[in-house]
């Protein structure tokens, strides 16, 4: 059985339970990771303290989206692109998220870890600003596209999907833009989706 360490109000371990549960595995979680702190076993695992680390069928594995490959590759091939062009543009927008999630730290440690008293409107603002510039970007392709993947859901949309219900739900101004959205209730019917990022932002 797969096993997943990480604590659930982690967007990158919310990518790993969600790929999860997309393809049927079977698997445990255990806690780890801010509050529930990391022991010297979890540290032996993934020396470099973060979260999600995987353990399956002996293999012990770390990097959210590497993790994601490992996994689609296994067992659930259908939700990478066989051919090597489009496989190598999901990979690209995969990658593409870790600046998204740089663009967005700020103002979601601002405005879901700090009391509102302390809400600096400058990094508010700032934060809109990048990731909606970046938003931009992603209503590019998915206005010529359903979904980041290509023509059906598949890995390359978890990154990206686990952020832009941040994006949505964070209280900041946002562009309108309609491919995101679309692409993003698209999401909500997923019932992974649902169970496992659409929780409260903490």
Do not use: C
């Not at 509050?35 to 973060?50: C, E, Q, R, V």
């Amino acid at each position: 059985m797969l096993t997943i360490w990480g604590r659930l109000n982690s967007h990158n371990v919310k990518k790993v339970v969600w790929a999860a549960e997309e393809m049927g595995l079977a698997y445990v979680r255990n806690d780890v990771g801010g509050t529930f702190g990391m022991d010297a076993a979890y540290l032996a695992l993934n020396p470099n303290a973060l979260i999600p680390t995987i353990e399956d069928d002996g293999l012990v594995l770390w990097e959210s989206n590497a993790i994601l490959r490992y996994l689609a590759a296994r067992y659930a091939p259908h939700l990478w692109p066989d051919d090597l062009r489009q496989r190598a543009a999901a990979d690209k927008w995969m990658d593409w998220q870790f600046a998204f999630a740089d663009a967005q730290r700020d103002v979601f440690l601002m405005m879901v870890r700090k009391p509102e008293h302390l809400h600096d409107p400058a990094v508010i603002a700032r934060g809109a600003e990048a990731t909606g510039r970046m938003m931009a970007m992603l209503e590019a392709l998915l206005a010529q596209q359903p979904w980041i993947t290509g023509d059906s859901f598949g890995i390359a949309d978890i990154p990206m999907g686990t952020y832009a219900h941040t994006w949505f739900t964070l209280d900041m101004p946002r562009p309108d833009m309609p491919h995101v959205r679309r692409w993003y209730e698209g999401l909500q019917t997923r019932p992974g989706y649902k169970a496992n990022v659409m929780i409260k932002l903490t």
